[in-house]
């Protein structure tokens, strides 16, 4: 659970607690819930959440430790996702399990921290008192949105709540998704289509469109992968055979290249504040 990542855009992922329930169609298969299903850790769905052990909540601080080697190896912060296994948002968790975690994170300055969730509509009421005019400078916000309606309905959040960086996981990708110019405006969006049992299709055109967006509008994106190499263009568009097309392009699961580029960008500007705000 905290551990070092293998998620292509963050470096550590860190629960807090354990347990969700699904709420839109991009939770169908949830490989959270999987995950609770093998390790009997949680009860998934309407059930109380779990909250992690207190040897575990101590990594983030030994991480933040050592954050002068990181950053002298990588030229970069180090960055952590939370929750991978649950949603810092959620009303079903204890609120001083909520209290404990910006703790946490205001005593890990140098480490930048990834609150993903699917609730946005919970995220001004549950913020601490002094997130202020600008929010944590070491805190980035963002919301999983996997086609255009959910986008729609949670994206006004981006405008109403201060944050260092405001992120959109386009993940599991199971609709198309457009930015536009009069839509609140994220700094960051990571597309990536669905994986394992029981996945459904993503479409290159949606892959495209969404980085033709983010790019012409001055967003960061990241493209993290196909899902299956069912859905990756060297087999929809040029006709390779799977195993070929895992040789040309073996970034990601079902591959993460897009005509023949990698696309994986970060909001650098944005970074660079951080920085500079947390060294002052």
Known sequence: M????????????????????????????????????????????NNPRKRTTEQYWKA??????????????????????????A???????????????????????????QLLTKRPQNIR?????????????????GFTA?????????????DQVPSTVWFVSY?????????????????????GGESGHGARPMKAAWVRNIISDCRELGVAPFFKQWGSYKNNPLVTERGLEVERARLEDAHGKGGGMLDGELVREFPVRKVREV?????A
Not at 66 to 83: I, K, M, P, T, W
Not at 88 to 107: K, M, S
Not at 125 to 141: A, F, I, S, T
């Open 2 to 45: 905290a551990q070092n990542s293998h998620i292509e855009w963050t470096d550590h992922t860190f629960n807090p607690w354990t347990g969700c329930t699904n709420i839109s169609p991009g939770c169908d298969n949830c490989y959270a819930e999987a995950w609770s299903k093998r390790s009997g850790h949680v009860k998934w769905g």
């Open 60 to 85: 983030p601080k030994i991480w933040n430790a050592r954050s002068d080697l990181f950053e002298a190896a990588h030229g970069r912060r180090q960055r952590v996702f939370c929750a991978s296994l």
């Open 87 to 113: 949603d810092v948002f959620d009303n079903q968790a204890d609120p001083v399990w909520r209290r404990d975690l910006f703790e946490l994170i205001r005593a890990t300055p140098a480490l930048d921290w």
């Open 125 to 141: 009421k549950m913020l601490p008192r002094d997130w202020g005019d600008e929010g944590y400078p070491n805190v980035w916000l």
């Open 146 to 158: 996997e086609d255009q309606a959910r986008f729609q309905q949670r994206s006004s959040v981006i």
């Open 171 to 191: 993940e599991p990708a199971i609709g198309p998704l457009r930015l536009e110019k009069r839509s609140p405006r994220p700094n960051w969006v990571i597309v």
């Open 275 to 279: 920085e500079e705000a947390t060294a």
